[in-house]
């Protein structure tokens, strides 16, 4: 199985700070990785498929970067509805995994 | 607008079997590949096996050797059966369609507990 480590696991910011999440993959899986949001009691929100393509509706202030067997995930300027937790996912190859999650909190 | 609800029942007892079955509507089941995920309360995501329109499955080596997918496509669902259920499996389980290579559409989630 391919396994996904993110860091931080959580992370205090306030709103407008830039952030970033950190994804890396066990072995390489080209570009074939995602980021979902999460937000209690909900399933999780498809925002950036094949690492860097950024889904209709979902705010620029995202953005995801990387190939291989590092990726990150970048938002921009925190606005208060980004207060959640961020999975990355890799498609590259059954099993699918996910990284362990990173739960963004308010400073 | 594509919409997937997951239904079955909430409860389940140990050793029993989990039956879950995930409707489609707004959008054609055919030609697409579907998949169950599962999280436990609290905890991360894990993905549990794939179905495609015509039968073709993938499972998680994890979980395979207790798990059946199938596909009804006149009824536009999809199910999944989970034998020999510990408390290891209550978690919140989801249907979703793949979407090139990533789940863009996701059921809300049906939480099943493992209890007697």
């Known amino acids: 199985d391919i396994q996904m480590t993110q860091s931080p696991s959580s992370l205090s910011a306030s709103v407008g700070d830039r952030v970033t999440i950190t994804c890396r993959a066990s072995?390489?899986?080209?570009?074939?990785l995602n980021w979902y949001q999460q937000k209690p009691g909900k399933a999780p929100k498809l925002l950036i498929s094949d690492a860097s393509s950024l889904q209709t509706g979902v705010p620029s202030r995202f953005s995801g970067s990387g190939s291989g067997t590092d990726f990150t995930l970048t938002i921009s300027s925190l606005q208060p509805e980004d207060f959640a937790t961020y999975y990355c996912?890799?498609?590259?190859?059954?099993?699918?995994?996910f990284g362990q999650g990173t739960t963004l909190e308010i400073k | 607008q594509v919409q997937l609800q997951e239904s079955g029942p909430g409860l389940v007892k140990p050793s029993e079997t989990l039956s879950l079955t995930c409707t489609v509507s707004?959008?054609?089941?055919?030609?697409?590949?579907w998949s169950w995920i599962r999280q436990p309360p609290g905890r991360g995501l894990e993905w549990i096996a794939y179905?495609?329109?015509?039968?073709?499955?993938d499972y998680n080596p994890s979980l395979k050797s207790r798990l059946t997918i199938s596909v009804d496509t006149s009824k536009k669902q999809f199910s999944l059966k989970l034998s020999s259920v510990t408390a290891a499996d209550t978690a919140v389980y989801y249907c979703?369609?793949?979407?090139?290579?990533?789940?863009?559409?996701w059921g809300q989630g049906t939480l099943v507990t493992v209890s007697s």
């Open positions: 179905i495609y329109d015509s039968g073709r499955t």
């Open positions: 707004g959008g054609s089941i055919s030609g697409y590949y």
């Open positions: 996912q890799q498609f590259y190859s059954t099993p699918y995994t």
């Open positions: 979703a369609r793949h979407d090139g290579s990533s789940w863009l559409y």
């Open positions: 072995q390489s899986i080209s570009s074939y």
